[in-house]
């Protein structure tokens, strides 16, 4: 088959590709991330790519007729045909914006600062330890390591003390050099101690431990001090593996699919090489000085960040291949730290609890306190845990990625420029927005859409099933050919000067996302025969903004209507958690117990979800008893 040059602009890389090939797939191949979200079906209308010149075959797909007279095709439906020069708008691309990590407290429900430890004691995962050998002579003649494994075991308790060749290889040299004064880099995991890194006489260099969150959309990367425990520098960006769909069931699929384990594989790898590369370049350290990652990640993120098939995770009964994952030394990953470092996964529950629940779990202290604690991540799988330190339940309400910005024209994750708070005025139906950093508005993230719905609701634009009123008379609300959307913000003062809408078709995804969320909250309470009056604290985590109006969830029928002081947001508590497991050996083993401990409430066994869920699919529910409060607002 010929091979063709595909130009990108304003990058100005050129790669060679097939005939037949998707201008998705080159661009991918020529490094620029296209957002794709719907995985290349031509449904998201996300991957929009302007061909200047040469030759492809047009595909159809989502993309507006206005846009197609533009010259812009969609990336994923056209195919290279002969050499083309394509253009890349900026709103295209994946990298463009940077996750919000900071949330800072302001507004209603703002982050709750965690204690560093949790009660646990300080006890990285790795350290540096200077010693000082004694010289061999003819009389005391031990050999080199059994040398320093003697010295050594003065400070582990540790029976097991390894080294690997290549290290041992290094040994004699460095001991010499040092004139047998030595600073060893010493890991205890499991019950044994390794030698990871040896350097001649006293170091004065530091270890670093890296917390990674892989998450199915975003990955954040926390660069530890492991002496002293704190984060020296964090960073995110989103997942390169959403070009192979949105959620974690097409990634699976597209496993499935000749080489498709190994490009997930290397997508997340590169995505976490990216982000380590950025934060060692930027604080001068060197790969070699990170010596473990602590990973926390979903059960098919972990699946796929380790290579492991996740095919059966979808099929009936649904079952990962394990729940406890093998300790992987980086170099046999490719993460590029000191190659001899270990990278450990959080330990997952089930096939849809992960190690990013277990994580949560850890750090939020529920398991060791006597209070009844709901639990709950507010994304796309919406994962929530019940219970305390006796027991613990835990399920999955595939809330769907609406509440991050997917399936909604133009949502968007919280980061700068994301419409994070919205005022309708209820007599002019005028609108005022905040948005993150505050920037001209590009779209509108999850704690924006909540609070969206909930003011269309409250000023009778949308009816308690979600449909727009007939009587409005506002030019904001309009009919177009895929029906009805109201105008939040006018084009001339968004940033990509088009109207930013929301229309009845994402008031439905949203609708059935909180339908979701709040009908597994009763699903697990049910099961355990309690009910919300009986839940002593409610805590959040979740990708949101600098806040999350409470008030306007429970109106919406998202969160249960119970006392607001119960309530507490803990931003994304994934990472919080594995960055705890790794200055924490005690906090690493009690996660190895967490996961073992909790129950899984499979949700699609019986009807009892399904009936929550039909009646959880109203404003704020069918049953107005259950939201007394918020039923007196509207
Ligand atoms: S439309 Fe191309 S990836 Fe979704």
Redesign the pocket.
């Known amino acids: 088959m010929s091979k063709h040059s595909v130009l990108f602009f304003p990058d100005n890389v050129a790669v060679q590709v097939e005939t037949g090939t998707s201008l ?1 797939r080159a661009a991918s191949l020529a490094g620029i991330e ?1 957002k ?12 929009v790519l302007k061909v200047k010149e040469g030759k492809v075959s047009v595909g159809g ?2 993309i507006s007729a206005k846009l197609k007279t533009a010259g812009y095709v ?4 056209t195919r290279v045909e002969g050499h083309a020069v394509v253009e890349v708008p900026r709103d295209s691309r994946l990298d463009e914006h940077q996750v919000l990590l900071d949330n800072k407290p302001v507004g209603l429900l703002a982050e709750k600062q965690v204690e560093e430890l949790a009660g646990y004691e300080f006890q990285p995962l790795c350290r540096k330890i200077y010693l000082e050998l004694d010289k061999p002579t003819l009389t005391e003649n031990a050999s080199d390591l059994s040398r320093l494994q003697a010295e050594l075991r003065k400070y582990t308790d540790c029976r097991d003390l390894e080294i690997s060749l290549d290290n041992l290889r290094k040994l004699p040299d460095i001991l010499r050099e040092g004139d047998w004064k030595v600073t060893v880099t010493l890991t205890s995991l499991n019950g044994c101690a390794e030698v990871l890194h040896l350097e001649p006489g006293r170091s004065t260099k530091k270890s670093y431990g890296l917390a990674v969150d892989i998450g199915t959309t975003t990955v954040v990367v926390n660069l530890v001090d492991l002496e002293t425990g704190q984060i020296v520098d964090k960073r995110g960006t989103y997942n390169r593996q959403s070009r192979y769909g949105d959620d974690v069931i097409s990634r699976i699929i597209y496993a499935g699919e000749e080489n498709g384990l190994e490009e997930l594989q290397q997508a997340v790898i590169g995505t976490i090489n990216h982000l380590v590369d950025k934060l060692l370049a930027k604080n001068e350290i060197k790969a070699e000085d990170v010596h473990v990652a602590v990973t926390a990640g979903n059960t098919t993120m972990a699946h796929l960040f380790l290579g492991i098939p996740p095919k059966y995770i979808r099929l009936e009964p649904y079952i990962p291949v394990t729940s406890s994952f093998p300790p992987v030394k980086a170099k046999e990953l490719g993460i590029a730290i000191n190659p001899e470092a270990w990278i450990l996964s959080f330990p997952a529950v089930a096939s849809y609890v992960g190690g990013d629940i277990v994580s949560g779990v850890l750090v939020n202290g529920m398991a060791e306190s006597d209070e009844l604690t709901l639990f709950i991540d507010i994304g796309t799988n919406g994962e929530m845990v019940l219970g305390n330190r006796d027991w613990l339940i835990s399920c999955a309400c595939s809330a769907g990625p609406a509440f991050e910005g997917g399936g909604i024209t133009y949502g968007m994750r919280a980061m700068t420029g994301a419409i994070e708070r919205v005022e309708i005025d209820p007599r002019s139906y005028e609108v005022q927005v905040a948005t993150i950093g505050n920037v001209k508005p590009m779209g509108i993230c999850g704690s924006g859409l909540i609070d969206c719905l909930a003011k269309l609701l409250r000023v009778g634009i949308i009816d308690r099933t979600g449909q727009f009123q007939k009587d409005i008379n506002t030019p904001r609300l309009r009919e177009t050919e895929d029906g009805k959307e109201f105008v939040l913000v006018w084009g001339k003062d968004t940033e990509c000067g088009k109207d930013i809408v929301l229309t009845e078709g994402d008031i439905k995804n949203l609708i059935r996302s909180k339908g979701a969320v709040f009908a597994g909250i009763q699903s697990l309470l049910k099961t355990v025969q309690m009910d919300v009056a009986q839940i002593d604290k409610i805590i959040i985590a979740g990708g949101f903004g600098n806040y999350l109006n409470i008030e306007d969830a429970i109106q919406i029928g998202l969160l249960p209507d119970v006392d607001r002081s119960k309530y507490e947001f803990m931003g994304n508590t994934s990472i919080k958690g594995a960055k705890l497991a790794l200055i924490s050996q005690p906090a690493y083993r009690q996660a190895e117990e967490l996961g073992r401990k909790m129950t899984y409430l499979e949700l699609s066994v019986g009807t009892m979800f399904m009936d929550e869920f039909v009646s959880a699919c109203f404003l704020p529910h069918t049953d107005l008893s259950l939201f007394p409060s918020a039923t007196k607002q509207s």
Do not use: D, F, V
């Not at 794709?36 to 991957?47: A, D, E, H, I, M």
């Not at 969609?74 to 439906?77: I, K, S, V």
């Open positions: 998705l296209l794709s979200t719907c995985g290349g079906k031509g449904t998201c209308g996300r991957c797909g989502n969609l990336a994923c439906q």
